[in-house]
């Protein structure tokens, strides 16, 4: 039944993988929980499992199991089909990494007025720091749990993009003055990217099917104060005649997260 299986998850979440939370918290949360609601007969079953999981010697069977199903919490189709493209080791370097906190990666507003030391003054008051990467205009950021909170954010001086995204608008090479379509473009932050390139000179028509997700696009061009981005609504699949030509075209299509 869906609660008991949303509590017994949480539960066994917190047992085998939280540190702060003692065995025995988690255990007496979860069946109090499932006394609560209308599948309250099932309290014997989610403390009987949860109590199993807190033995040592179910976690070291769970965490040591080699299949990779469980091991990289992975269809095992997926795992298979990744095998096959790249290799059993490559495809198990890219799931292990797949489950780490990807780094948080940004890129300067430069048309604000002394925005990068404004930034890293900001991230140095609350211990995060502001470090240089092998791509010139990106930057990594240690130690931030949260970027909308700060000011430099509210301030428009900086946006996160990844170092992969940046790079690809790199290639695009767009210049002052010309007319660009980004053709998938929420929530925008390769249209920001290229405004920036483009030294907010142009005009860059940044398309998506979806109202809300355009809506996305024209705050965060907001905030940054770029007003050469002209979000429309548009489906990337029709011809729109009326968008009229362009020097370059930039279409970054939905993907299914695993490469394809």
Same mark, same amino acid.
């Given at each position: 039944p869906p609660i008991t299986s949303a509590v017994l998850r949480s539960g066994a979440y917190q047992i085998l993988f939280m540190d702060k939370v003692p065995n025995s918290a988690a255990v007496n949360e979860a069946v109090k929980i499932i006394k609560k609601s209308k599948e309250k007969g099932n309290a014997p079953l989610v403390n009987a499992v949860l109590r199993?999981?807190?033995? !040592?010697?179910?976690? @070291? $069977?769970?965490?040591?199991?080699?299949?990779?199903?469980?091991?990289?919490?992975?269809? !095992?189709?997926?795992?298979?089909?990744?095998?096959?493209?790249? @290799?059993?080791?490559?495809? !198990? $370097?890219?799931? !292990?990494?797949?489950?780490?906190?990807?780094?948080?990666?940004?890129?300067?507003?430069?048309?604000?007025?002394?925005?990068?030391?404004t930034f890293a003054l900001e991230l140095s008051n609350i211990g995060a720091k502001l470090c240089s990467t092998e791509c010139e205009d990106v930057c990594l950021v240690s130690g931030l749990k949260g970027a909308e909170g700060l000011k430099s954010? $509210?301030?428009?001086?900086?946006?996160?993009?990844?170092?992969?995204?940046?790079?690809?608008?790199?290639?695009?090479?767009?210049?002052?003055?010309?007319?660009?379509?980004?053709?998938?473009?929420?929530?925008?932050?390769? @249209?920001?990217?290229?405004?920036?390139?483009? $030294?907010?000179?142009?005009?860059?028509?940044s398309c998506d099917i979806h109202s809300h997700r355009v809506s996305l696009i024209e705050k965060g061009a907001k905030r940054l104060g770029l007003d050469i981005i002209k979000p429309t609504v548009c489906d990337g699949l029709k011809f729109n005649e009326d968008l009229g030509l362009f020097d370059k075209v930039i279409c970054d299509a939905p993907c299914s997260g695993i490469g394809v």
């Amino acid at each position: 039944p869906p609660i008991t299986s949303a509590v017994l998850r949480s539960g066994a979440y917190q047992i085998l993988f939280m540190d702060k939370v003692p065995n025995s918290a988690a255990v007496n949360e979860a069946v109090k929980i499932i006394k609560k609601s209308k599948e309250k007969g099932n309290a014997p079953l989610v403390n009987a499992v949860l109590r199993k999981l807190c033995d !040592e010697t179910v976690k @070291s $069977q769970i965490s040591n199991n080699e299949n990779p199903s469980v091991k990289f919490s992975v269809k !095992e189709w997926i795992y298979n089909c990744l095998c096959c493209d790249y @290799s059993k080791e490559k495809a !198990e $370097q890219f799931l !292990e990494n797949s489950l780490s906190s990807p780094p948080v990666y940004i890129r300067i507003n430069h048309l604000k007025e002394n925005a990068k030391d404004t930034f890293a003054l900001e991230l140095s008051n609350i211990g995060a720091k502001l470090c240089s990467t092998e791509c010139e205009d990106v930057c990594l950021v240690s130690g931030l749990k949260g970027a909308e909170g700060l000011k430099s954010y $509210q301030d428009g001086l900086f946006y996160v993009q990844d170092i992969s995204s940046r790079l690809a608008v790199k290639a695009l090479n767009a210049k002052s003055g010309e007319r660009v379509l980004d053709c998938c473009a929420a929530p925008g932050g390769k @249209s920001f990217s290229i405004a920036l390139d483009m $030294q907010n000179k142009g005009e860059i028509v940044s398309c998506d099917i979806h109202s809300h997700r355009v809506s996305l696009i024209e705050k965060g061009a907001k905030r940054l104060g770029l007003d050469i981005i002209k979000p429309t609504v548009c489906d990337g699949l029709k011809f729109n005649e009326d968008l009229g030509l362009f020097d370059k075209v930039i279409c970054d299509a939905p993907c299914s997260g695993i490469g394809v």
